[in-house]
């Protein structure tokens, strides 16, 4: 077989080849959450918590298993971890059409968080590895091109409900139907990688020490890159708290557009698709900015920008003034995003940097899932309706008391100063 051996191979028609797997992937995962798995769960007659619990437990999937999967793929090669992700992909989401309960669709959404626990870092791992001195600009481009799949999903998801329902609720069956386009979506990203990546396979490093007894080592390392650097925790730390906040509104803009508002299913995957947009539009050039500037002063404004429009979302219910401010909230998670991930990298070594970035990712994930999660908790607290005020503002609080722990804690410089300090 053809082994890979240098970057210009995925720079070229792998790489694109790369981005349409992702899109198709990541169409198919988008499909599967916003707004649809939040009504789906809301159908069984469950509470907020249960519903943030749905939200988020597959993102606790990957809050135990990315770490493992970055190390995976240092041992035995990023394709073929890229290979077991996408088989996730394709094979879970057919459970779906079977999920007669909340706690059938509880167990289905933790295995279906393997899916991007395992293909994520990997991802991430390869375009740091090719990108050179562009990395956050590379980061942000492929993820741009990715989560369009997102942006599509989203509102196809919601347009599909309102279409198959009516003003009726939805029933079990349309649920069903959803899921069964999930299933294709995901199939065909792993049809499309068999062909694109044919005779591309990258060999196990065993010669340089990558081999299977030295797991353990590994994922060592690749913690105490994160937990013992006091300026790599803090970034992580920055992108894991503006996780928190998009799981929760992944879990409760819609249920508060629907039921709250009065917005039908599409609507509320509108206001999601917008908010995807700007953060698709807006991140390449943040990467650039990111590349050419600093990256420490992005992020700690990036958070303001997340944290104001979160705190007013809950105080209207015109769709007008909700749709600029998702529009703003997303303008603040691609310049949080474009850089985090990058000044990690630049922070950690080259050789741990699998490892590295699946620890980065599992701090990602514990944001994400705790979001839904607490988000759930604070609704269940404080009552539904126009108490969704304050549920929202200490999680705006949080945000801001993230960058101001930032601020004081990484020291803010020019990008040519961090490269020269790590």
């Given at each position: 077989m053809?082994?890979?051996?240098?970057?210009s191979?995925?720079?070229?028609?792998?790489?694109?080849?790369?981005?349409?797997?992702?899109f198709?992937?990541?169409?198919s995962?988008?499909?599967?959450?916003t707004?649809?798995l939040a009504?789906?769960a809301?159908?069984?007659?469950v509470?907020p918590?249960?519903?943030?619990?749905?939200?988020?437990?597959?993102?606790?999937?990957?809050?135990?298993?990315?770490?493992p999967?970055?190390?995976?793929?240092d041992?035995?090669?990023r394709?073929?971890?890229?290979?077991?992700?996408l088989?996730?992909?394709?094979v879970?989401?057919?459970?779906?059409m079977?999920?007669?309960?909340?706690?059938?669709l509880?167990?289905?959404?933790?295995?279906?968080?393997?899916?991007?626990?395992?293909?994520?870092?990997?991802?991430?791992?390869?375009?740091?590895?090719?990108?050179g001195?562009?990395?956050?600009?590379?980061l942000?481009?492929?993820?741009?091109?990715?989560?369009?799949?997102n942006?599509?999903g989203?509102?196809?998801?919601?347009?599909l409900?309102?279409?198959?329902?009516?003003?009726?609720t939805?029933?079990?069956?349309?649920?069903?139907?959803i899921y069964?386009?999930v299933?294709?979506?995901g199939?065909?990203?792993?049809?499309?990688?068999?062909?694109?990546?044919?005779?591309?396979?990258?060999?196990?490093?065993?010669?340089?020490?990558?081999?299977?007894?030295?797991?353990?080592?590994?994922?060592?390392?690749?913690?105490?890159?994160?937990?013992?650097?006091?300026?790599?925790?803090l970034?992580?730390?920055?992108?894991?708290?503006?996780?928190?906040?998009?799981?929760?509104?992944e879990?409760?803009?819609?249920?508060?557009?629907?039921?709250?508002?009065?917005?039908?299913?599409?609507?509320?995957?509108?206001?999601w698709?917008?908010?995807?947009?700007?953060t698709i539009?807006?991140?390449?050039l943040?990467g650039?900015?990111?590349?050419?500037?600093?990256?420490?002063?992005?992020?700690?404004?990036g958070m303001?920008v997340?944290?104001?429009?979160?705190?007013?979302?809950?105080?209207f219910?015109?769709?007008?003034?909700?749709l600029l401010?998702a529009?703003v909230?997303?303008?603040?998670?691609?310049i949080?995003?474009?850089s985090?991930?990058a000044?990690?990298?630049?922070l950690c070594?080259?050789?741990?940097?699998?490892s590295?970035?699946?620890?980065?990712?599992?701090?990602?994930d514990?944001?994400h899932?705790?979001g839904p999660?607490?988000?759930?908790?604070l609704?269940?607290?404080?009552?539904?309706?126009i108490?969704y005020?304050?549920?929202?503002a200490?999680?705006?609080v949080?945000?801001?008391?993230?960058?101001?722990?930032?601020?004081?804690?990484?020291?803010?410089?020019?990008?040519?100063?961090?490269?020269?300090?790590k």
């Open positions: 053809k082994t890979i051996t240098n970057s191979e995925y720079m070229g028609g792998t790489f694109s080849g790369l981005c349409a797997v992702g198709l992937a990541r169409a995962y988008g499909l599967a959450r707004p649809v009504l789906f809301a159908s069984f007659g509470g918590e249960a519903i943030g619990f749905a939200v988020a437990i597959s993102t606790v999937t990957g809050i135990f298993f990315k770490m999967a970055g190390v995976l793929s041992v035995i090669g394709t073929r971890t890229l290979f077991i992700g088989g996730v992909f394709a879970v989401p057919f459970a779906y079977f999920v007669t309960s909340y706690e059938s509880v167990v289905i959404r933790f295995f279906h968080g393997f899916a991007t626990a395992i293909y994520g870092p990997v991802v991430m791992a390869v375009v740091i590895e090719v990108s001195t562009k990395r956050a600009e590379m942000s481009w492929f993820s741009s091109v990715t989560i369009i799949g942006l599509i989203a509102p196809l998801g919601g347009f409900l309102t279409w198959m329902s009516g003003d009726q939805p029933s079990l069956l349309d649920f069903h139907i069964g386009i299933a294709a979506l199939m065909s990203s792993l049809i499309i990688a068999i062909w694109v990546m044919r005779g591309r396979w990258d060999s196990p490093q065993s010669g340089n020490g990558r081999t299977i007894s030295t797991v353990f080592v590994q994922f060592r390392n690749g913690v105490k890159e994160i937990l013992f650097d006091r300026r790599v925790l970034t992580s730390n920055m992108e894991g708290i503006q996780n928190l906040s998009v799981g929760a509104l879990a409760f803009l819609p249920i508060y557009t629907v039921f709250v508002c009065g917005f039908s299913a599409f609507e509320a995957g509108l206001l698709g917008v908010q995807i947009a700007v539009l807006s991140k390449p943040m650039r900015i990111s590349d050419k500037h600093g990256r420490a002063s992005l992020l700690f404004w303001f997340c944290a104001i429009p979160f705190l007013l979302i809950p105080w219910k015109d769709l007008k003034v909700l401010l529009a909230f997303g303008l603040g998670e691609a949080v995003t474009s985090a991930a000044l990690v990298s630049d070594r080259e050789d741990n940097l699998g590295a970035m699946g620890t980065f990712g599992t701090i990602f514990v944001g899932a705790s999660i607490l988000a759930g908790f609704i269940g607290v404080f009552g539904t309706g108490d005020r304050i549920p929202f200490i999680i705006s949080l945000l801001i008391g993230a960058a101001v722990a930032f601020r004081f804690g990484v020291e803010i410089r020019p990008m040519k100063s961090d490269r020269q300090h």
